[in-house]
């Protein structure tokens, strides 16, 4: 009975106890015991309002108007921006760029070019205030190329989830093949090798590796390519700093049409960003390519796609990283699906960061 098989559903995905069928994307509950259960928060987390549970049965509407964050921001240097993700404690944003080229660092012989940092995989990473303003930056050297990276807040700062261990394989692009755990320090120069740096393998054979956070329920999202094609990895974030790499949803990337930009999941929908600048890629100056797919992480279905309409007046407008916000960490509930856009010139980018918070 249709009613019946609806609700069963619901009471699954509200136990956040779930197991991998890697292949098939299916999800069974993993131990009957947790049934109910909310997902453990992080030490220190605040307190969730018991009167607005969680439901990650529940996804953005796509269709909805967004509305801007802050607009044409400066990043620390002046590359294209490449993603971001929100420390919500602590209302910091966090944003990474391929390091610009002619800069000199520590431990280096000469200025360094745009092509080479590219394909080293060296990375900038800016933090912001909620309004768009400086508040730092680190540099990591050999690190990959920025597609997508994650905060996790500890006290008055954040560790970063990243990738790591660059290998430029395309001749041209460096691209992790590990992930990576460090902790954000204002003007540090960070390698691979670095003490501060953690590096984990969560799927072997795998490489272009990257990850998220999803701040609400606590989870890392992965996304990898294995067997020249790509997947995403759903995995309990204390599991995975505890070395317990048991994914809790594995599903195929489905087919896009225009280049991929990033990604970021809450509950159980995985939200995929496509698109590029106008002018390119079969981007028309005014209206663009940029789009949103929503995916189900129970059965790797996609639930919607929707083209995104919004910034179109940004006269250099490419999509650019994918992040949930929490604008009140007492109400998980109540989500912002954040996207960026590079904007500004040649040589002078900057950062333009929209968001829907409409739920269906």
Partial sequence: MAGQGNISRRRLLRAAAFTAVVGTGALRAADPALAGQSPAAPPGAQPVDPATPLDPSVRF????????????????NVTVPQSLAFDNENGHVYVVQLMAGGRQLPGESAPVSGAVRSYQGDLCLT???????????????????????????????????????SVADDGTNGWGTRIARFRFADGAVL?????????????????????????????????????GAF???????????????????????????????????????????????????????????????????????????????????????????????????????????????ASGVAGARVTSVWYKDVLV
């Avoid at 509407?61 to 620390?76: K, S």
């Avoid at 393998?201 to 996304?223: E, K, Y």
């Fill in 231 to 341: 997947r995403y990895g759903l995995y309990d974030l204390a599991d995975v700093r505890r070395n317990r790499f048991v994914p809790l949803a594995d599903v195929a990337q489905p087919a896009l049409s225009y280049s991929f930009q990033g990604y970021t999941s809450y509950g159980d929908r995985l939200y995929l960003l496509e698109g590029s600048s106008y002018g390119s890629g079969g981007s028309t100056p005014g209206i663009g390519n940029t789009y949103l797919t929503c995916v189900d992480w129970v059965t790797g279905a996609v639930l919607d796609r929707q083209l995104v309409t919004d910034a179109q007046s940004l006269p250099f407008r490419e999509p650019e990283g994918l992040a949930i916000q929490l604008p009140d960490i007492r109400r998980p509930d109540l989500p912002r699906l954040a996207f960026s856009f």
């Fill in 127 to 165: 933090r912001l205030d909620l309004a768009g303003t400086e508040l730092g930056h680190m540099y990591l050297k050999g690190f990959g190329h920025g597609v997508q990276i994650g905060a996790e807040p500890v006290g008055d700062s954040a560790f970063l989830w990243t990738e790591v261990d």
């Fill in 191 to 227: 390698t691979p090798d670095s003490p501060e740096v953690r590096r984990m393998q969560l799927v072997p054979g795998s490489d272009r590796t990257t990850c998220g956070i999803d701040p609400a329920f606590h989870r890392l999202v992965m996304r990898y390519r294995i067997a």
């Fill in 61 to 76: 509407d796509l269709t909805a108007p967004g509305r801007e964050l802050f607009g044409n921001r400066p990043l620390h």
